[in-house]
């Protein structure tokens, strides 16, 4: 078992792209800049992370993301986390940080009502064969 | 020999009409298995004489071991349900890196039955459940304990004892990115962890009748019993999410086609099994019959089309020049499905010539932007291969009817009508044409560079990679309004399920279907079938 830091979890590398992806888009930030920064995030160090999700949830730090992004298009690196390592992967996210991605990406839910169970997904309430 | 436009192969009537190909994927993967000469060993049997408890597979593929641990819990019958939103299953799996310690058993027999709502390890690959046929399972060990073999109509109707109703890989709930696997040898092409993890499971769920049952099930019978899979649409937006992988699968089937075409003839030989193939196609047609009456209806319309493909192979027409060409052309005068079946009968006898592509079925990439396209190459993209989108009115009720969302509850993917209930300010971007439309609105006049455009319209940033990205990737969109009336995501489910390999097409609606995966594939013991079980019929030796 691998240890583990009191009060972080493990997360893979894929829920730490998908966890961004939806809270940038929770957050306001347009679809094409917040599938950039989840490509980014899986390759932050967890203080990076920790203040990448701090600016996502900042409104008014969302041109800067967006200009970092612009840049990145240019050089290949974004120039906000230059130390980014090049290991992807599962990785200790510290619970606060976690937290708020999770916070953010719940804004693109939709809340449920009886319709949207029954139909939405196309299952029946008792499928057995 | 030109490839199938993709105009042409990237509509969503023609992907809904897709058949499994010698190319998808656990078809591959069985190959791969064959040709490592890969035995399947159990060293842990801990099943009760009422079937639960646990089990391990173990194997060894590209120099590493893999273990498929089972676990099997007594389920109430009112509580079996395929829905996502589901708690408890009959029997829950993880594919183990490695072969598992008595505490690593320990620990995925107490968090697997849990499935989402536990963490895993990345010593887990594949998380997945399945649950019994209720038609088939009993009746099967019922039999077996008679000292008799089942209703071979039951089994031939049926085809699976079980059920999955998801199969989780890359990273998932804590499991394994699948980076982990990418570089390793057999378990480097797409969803070649969980086609691996369905065919094992398979084995077990036979097993697991016999050990029930107290018998041996016979051979025909087992080999006919595949898994099953009730897919539900939170499968459809991968392929909108993964251009440049749906891209390479299209492109290496059409890519295969192509070079089947240009064969200037035939030899007896590959007429023959031409033939062979047909005729037992035929028969699986038959051996395919489903409750929903729209479906029914088109399958029984393909068993009268392919009389007619039949027809033109038995004929001295496969001597000629061209022979797969003039077949393919033949079959365009029939239906869609009849089109795609004939591609599949195509590829088949000519793994020698194709089967190499499919290492170019995985890809590592990401779309990027290209910022020194210039802005007039953009347009002329757009003007290229979005024709069909630009001229949609979107603010008609029947092209915009659906949104595509994520439910709070279990964050599960769902399609909503967009007039009729809330959330669609929440939607999901899958509405890839109208977010290329007004793409081309803002472009227009605009004077600049993409840096300049994309600074002043960061809104468009994705579409416009989607554009770019198809100017060099051609089968990366699908090439339909997805929030239409019309659209049907399970066209969407069923070109991603051929893919994989599966057959038996059982749509519940027009966002679900059941399938079967594996039915008539080499069971553990018979790898060296490996390269003959194409749309097999019942009873085929």
């Known amino acids: ?129 | 020999m030109p490839l199938r436009p993709p105009q042409e192969v990237m509509r969503l009537k023609r992907m809904g009409a897709s058949f499994p190909t010698r190319l998808s994927f656990l078809p591959t993967l069985l190959r791969r298995l064959r040709d490592e000469n890969v035995t399947v060993s159990r060293p842990v049997w801990e099943i009760d004489e009422n079937g639960f408890g646990h089990a391990v597979y173990t194997l060894t593929l590209g120099g590493y071991r893999y273990s498929l641990v089972a676990v099997s819990n007594d389920l109430p019958d009112e509580d079996r349900t395929d829905r996502v939103i589901a708690t408890a299953w009959d029997t829950a799996y993880v594919l183990y890196d490695g072969l598992p310690d008595d505490a690593e058993i320990a620990r995925i027999v107490a968090s697997a039955p849990k499935q989402e709502a536990a963490r895993f390890s990345p010593r887990d690959l594949i998380l997945s459940r399945a649950n019994k046929s209720v038609r088939l399972f009993s009746r099967v060990v019922e039999a077996l304990k008679a000292g008799q073999q089942p209703d071979e109509d039951l089994v031939r109707q049926t085809g699976y004892l079980m059920r999955t109703t998801a199969v989780y890989g890359n990273g998932k709930f804590g499991i394994a990115d699948r980076a982990v696997i990418a570089e390793r040898p057999g378990l480097s092409g797409p969803f070649m962890a969980e086609m691996l993890t369905v065919w094992l499971i398979r084995g077990f769920t036979h097993d697991l009748v016999e050990h029930l049952g107290g018998k041996p099930l016979s051979r025909h019978l087992t080999r006919h019993l595949g898994i099953g899979n009730a897919t539900r649409l939170g499968m459809a937006p991968c392929l909108v999410s993964h251009p440049l992988l749906l891209d390479a699968w299209m492109q290496v089937r059409e890519t295969a086609l192509a070079r089947l075409r240009a064969l200037p003839d035939l030899s007896p030989e590959e007429v023959f099994d031409l033939r062979r193939l047909a005729q037992r196609a035929a028969r699986h047609l038959e051996e395919w019959n489903v409750p929903d009456a729209a479906a029914q209806a088109d399958i029984e319309l393909l068993r009268d089309e392919w009389q007619e493909i039949r027809r033109w192979l038995e004929s001295d027409a496969p001597d000629g020049a061209c022979p797969l060409d003039a077949l393919m052309r033949h079959a365009e005068r029939y239906s869609l499905s009849c089109q795609e079946l004939t591609l599949a009968l195509a590829l088949e006898p000519f793994g020698a010539l194709i089967d190499g592509l499919t290492e170019c079925q995985a890809t590592p990439f990401h779309p990027r932007i290209a910022p020194e396209m210039p802005l007039d190459a953009l347009r002329q993209h757009i003007a290229q291969d979005w024709e069909w989108a630009l001229d949609i009115d979107f603010t008609a009720p029947d092209q915009s009817a659906q949104f595509w969302y994520v439910s709070e509850e279990k964050q599960e993917p769902r399609l909503g009508r967009r007039y009729d209930e809330p959330g669609a300010e929440l939607e999901s971007p899958l509405d890839i044409a109208r977010q290329v439309q007004a793409l081309s609105k803002s472009l227009d006049g605009f004077a600049g560079d993409v840096p300049g455009f994309l600074r002043a319209h960061p809104e468009h940033r994705a579409a416009l990679r989607r554009v770019q990205t198809l100017g060099r990737h051609p089968y990366s969109e699908i090439r339909d309004n997805l929030i239409a009336e019309t659209c049907r995501p399970i066209d969407m489910l069923r070109c991603k399920l051929a893919f994989f390999g599966a057959a038996k097409f059982d749509p519940k609606s027009d966002r679900w279907t059941r399938i079967t995966l594996a039915q008539g594939a080499p069971l553990f013991d018979e790898l060296e079938r490996a390269d003959d079980w194409w749309l097999p019929a019942f009873g085929m030796t």
């Open chain 1, 1 to 129: 078992m691998v240890a583990r830091l009191r009060d972080d979890m493990i997360r893979s590398g894929a829920e730490i792209r998908a966890e961004v992806l939806k809270a940038a888009r929770g957050a306001g930030l347009p679809l094409g800049v917040a599938e950039d920064l989840a490509l980014l995030a899986e390759t932050l160090p967890d203080d990076d992370l920790a203040r990448l999700a701090q600016m996502i949830a900042e409104p008014a730090r969302h041109d800067t993301l967006i200009e970092a992004c612009l840049d990145q298009d240019m050089t290949g690196q974004n120039a906000l986390f230059d130390n980014v390592t090049a290991q992807t992967g599962a990785r200790d996210v510290a619970e606060a940080t976690w937290s708020l991605l999770s916070t953010l990406a719940a804004r693109t839910y939709v809340p449920e009502s009886d319709t949207s169970r029954q139909s939405g997904a196309g299952a029946g309430d008792i499928d057995n064969d």
